[in-house]
Antibody, heavy 129, light 108 residues
Framework: EVQLVQSGAEVKKPGESLKISCQGSGYTSINYWIAWVRQVPGKGPEWMGI????????RYSPSFQGQVIISADKSISTAYLQWSRLQASDTAIYYCARQDLDLGRGDPKTAGKHHFDHWGQGTLVTVSS | EIVLTQSPATLSLSPGERATLSCRAS??????LAWYQQKPGQPPRLLIYDASNRATGVPARFSGSGSGTDFTLTISSLEPEDFAVYYC??????????FGPGTKVDVK
């Protein structure tokens, strides 16, 4: 069974740093891009960025470039999202999501389908003074 | 950036009724469109991909149609568990994914 298990809820103060995690299991994790998605309660999801754990190639939404860092440790099938200085506006639920893969298309890095087939349970990040 | 708009914002229906949800893209996404269902306290769940393909385990009462800029998600006969928020998502220019603002289907 494919699972993406995220780290627990966090409460932080403005200016603090934070790193949250997403561990995959039940599939060959190095072959699937993992995205991070922000969702403010009551709003639609926003794509932040995506990483290929096999070589840590990361791509960012222009809205989040320079605001966060996405990384991965393929040895433990884990992707990370980190902030160096949180702001109150970062308060949201953060999901990791696996980009689906066309298994019949050769190189898995370029064989991704353009949707997310499995999601983590979400990590609530609250930033408040 | 390709912007998705969804209508209506809220759809009030009774169990057994047909639900028709719309998603419109600011420019053509060909058939590169997915639909997700989200219930309170849960992550989104993939329902439809490539505009009309049901994801694994999704009941046949869910169907998707459309191409280019106009897409529709239809639930043929609402079951109690279908009352939720539905989002469309596109990725015509990988890796730039965007989501719509959602349509809430609630009980009339």
């Amino acid at each position: 069974e494919v699972q993406l298990v995220q780290s627990g809820a966090e409460v932080k103060k403005p200016g603090e740093s934070l790193k949250i995690s997403c561990q995959g299991s039940g599939y060959t994790s190095i072959n699937y891009w993992i995205a991070w998605v922000r969702q403010v309660p009551g709003k639609g999801p926003e794509w932040m960025g995506i990483i290929y754990p096999g070589d840590s190639d990361a791509r960012y939404s222009p809205s989040f470039q320079g605001q966060v860092i996405i990384s991965a440790d393929k040895s433990i099938s884990t992707a990370y999202l980190q902030w160096s200085r949180l702001q109150a506006s970062d308060t949201a639920i953060y999901y990791c999501a696996r980009q689906d893969l066309d298994l019949g298309r050769g190189d898995p890095k370029t064989a991704g389908k353009h949707h997310f087939d499995h999601w983590g349970q979400g990590t609530l990040v609250t930033v408040s003074s | 950036e390709i912007v998705l708009t969804q209508s209506p914002a809220t759809l009030s229906l009774s169990p057994g009724e047909r639900a028709t949800l719309s998603c419109r893209a600011s420019q053509s996404v060909t058939n590169d469109l997915a639909w997700y269902q989200q219930k309170p306290g849960q992550p989104p769940r993939l329902l439809i991909y490539d505009a009309s393909n049901r994801a694994t385990g999704v009941p046949a009462r869910f169907s998707g149609s459309g191409s280019g800029t106009d897409f529709t998600l239809t639930i043929s006969s609402l079951e109690p568990e279908d009352f939720a928020v539905y989002y469309c998502q596109q990725c015509r220019n990988w890796p730039f994914f965007t989501f719509g603002p959602g349509t809430k289907v609630d009980v009339k």
